[in-house]
């Protein structure tokens, strides 16, 4: 699902009918294109939030370690937590993390890292929808650009919807269960 789609239901739920007419290409106003551009702060913020807090993305990559080092910059993601190295058939290996390198054995291997998104346009892909729903993202949207426009009241309504989407989204439903008793 692109992005313009939760920016245009995000417009609706804001009563901003011209936004989402915009988005559609149906009307021109300058006031609407401004208006977008706020509309699309608040998805990066939204997106940034759950990527964050909430819902981690996580990115598997292969990388040449040279004189046992690997530099972060070289990775094609943003890092937030490296979670594991691992050699290329899969095993775990030991490593030094840095502010800027992790340092390892030489040779190829594979880092598997918590990433943030890249800043979003209209016509992008949403990277959260496997397991946020768009309705979810845009109370967000909604909360945060009411929130920008100084209406605190109803930003505290769709924070709220916002919130308990997202709990209920990444809920794990815990599959383990106690056997029953047996005599031995």
Do not use: H
Not at 5 to 26: H, M, N, P, Q, Y
Not at 63 to 78: D, K, P, Q
């Amino acid at each position: 699902m692109k992005v313009r789609t939760i920016l245009s239901l995000a417009a609706r739920l804001a009563d901003r009918e011209d936004v989402a007419s915009f988005l559609k290409g149906t009307t021109y106003e300058a006031d609407s294109e401004r208006e977008l551009d706020k509309f699309l702060d608040c998805y990066r913020i939204v997106e940034q939030d759950i990527a964050v807090n909430y819902l981690a993305l996580t990115k598997r990559e292969i990388a040449e370690a040279e004189n046992g080092t690997v530099s972060l910059s070289s990775l094609s993601r943003a890092v937030v937590n490296v979670l594991r190295v691992e050699s290329e058939r899969g095993e775990g290996l030991r490593y030094r993390l840095f502010p800027d390198r992790i340092e390892t054995r030489r040779g190829k291997c594979a880092i598997v890292y918590t990433y943030l998104p890249e800043d979003k346009n209209p016509e992008d892909d949403c990277e959260l929808l496997r397991q946020i729903p768009p309705a979810v993202i845009a109370y967000g949207v909604v909360c945060e650009y009411y929130t920008m426009n100084g209406l605190y009241d109803e930003a505290a309504t769709f924070d709220k919807k916002y919130k308990d989407g997202l709990i209920a989204s990444c809920a794990v439903s815990p599959k383990r269960r106690m056997e029953a008793r047996k005599w031995l």
